[in-house]
């Protein structure tokens, strides 16, 4: 039992000695890291241009924020589809739209009446 107390004091003097030593790397070994990680920080340095992005990369990150491709596609077929029912609208369309006798309303609730006070307003 006395052997297993004389190891552990020898270690408390071995751990005691060595946290009362400063342990501080050499001149030598700062300055090579130093001069590597300036490597390493000069490759990774993104490059500035003053001019900003360029337009492809602009238009790049709009086309990315609407969804890519298949929403593209989606717009451009929404957008022919509007241009061509612009330019030529379908007959039935066209006559429910200019004809004054086939407009009509529909009564929801026939029996609503309209406060006269409200129609001051």
């Not at 790397?25 to 241009?49: C, F, K, M, Q, Y």
């Not at 900003?52 to 969804?67: C, I, K, Q």
């Not at 739209?97 to 026939?110: E, T």
């Amino acid at each position: 039992m006395t052997k297993d107390h004389d190891d552990i004091r020898t270690l408390d003097d071995v751990f005691r000695a060595a946290r009362d030593a400063p342990m501080e790397p050499s001149p030598e070994l700062l300055a090579r890291v130093l001069a590597d990680a300036e490597a390493v920080g000069a490759a990774l340095r993104p490059v500035r241009n003053e001019a900003g992005p360029p337009r492809a990369d602009r238009l790049r990150d709009v086309f990315r924020a609407l969804g890519g491709w298949p929403a593209m596609t989606g717009l451009a077929a929404a957008t022919v589809a509007g241009i061509w029912i612009g330019l030529s609208p379908p007959a039935g369309l066209q006559a429910g739209l200019s004809a004054p006798d086939a407009a009509y309303i529909v009564d929801l609730a026939p029996g609503a009446v309209v406060d006269p006070a409200w129609e001051a307003l």
